[in-house]
């Protein structure tokens, strides 16, 4: 039998599949890096904007 950790995660993971919230957090990434992008093009120096979490 699994252990009662395990369930839990698998059932935390298949709801935050369901809910799409992974999707949301690769996208703000990939938005954040390109914001990133941009700025250091406009300023012509790198930039590190604070992580979203």
């Keep these: ?3 009662p950790t395990r369930v839990t995660e698998r059932i935390r993971k298949a709801k935050r599949t369901a809910n799409g919230q992974g999707r949301k957090r690769e996208q703000a990434a990939e ?8 700025l250091a093009a406009a300023l012509g120096e790198p930039v590190a904007l604070p992580t979203i979490r």
Excluded: W
Excluded at 31 to 38: F, H, N, T, Y
């Design 31 to 38: 938005q954040r890096a390109a914001a990133e992008k941009k």
């Design 1 to 3: 039998m699994a252990s």
